[in-house]
């Protein structure tokens, strides 16, 4: 007699969920690895914040937002800061400071 197979054997069941896992795995890696990039260059961002403002600090001697002579050196002019909003924001700069962050 001539015994006809009528489904897949445990071999090829095993082949093929170990493929699965594999490309599982990859696609799980690689979006670890895209949120890992991500992480990295908001992080960057903010250092580069901090080296952005001492640019600034040196060439027009002034921090930014608390510059009274920005509206000369601006060609649309910008309104100035009021004193409480400038003397926010070197609070705030003094705590990232204190934090590490600048």
């Known amino acids: 007699m ?3 197979q009528q489904g897949f054997t445990l071999v ?3 082949v093929v969920m170990v493929i699965i896992g594999l490309l599982l795995g990859g696609v799980l890696k690689g979006q670890e690895l895209i949120n890992s990039a991500k992480v990295k260059s908001v992080i960057n961002d903010f250092r580069n914040t901090s080296t ?3 640019a ?3 060439r027009f001697r002034a921090m930014p937002g608390d510059d009274p002579g920005v ?3 601006l060609a649309g002019g ?3 800061l009021a004193p409480a909003a400038a003397l926010r924001l070197r609070a705030r700069f003094a705590e990232w400071q204190a934090m ?3």
């Open 2 to 4: 001539n015994k006809r």
């Open 100 to 102: 590490g962050w600048l």
């Open 52 to 54: 952005h403002i001492f």
């Open 71 to 73: 509206a000369n050196r």
């Open 12 to 14: 090829e069941i095993a």
């Open 78 to 80: 910008v309104a100035r």
């Open 56 to 58: 600034y600090q040196d």
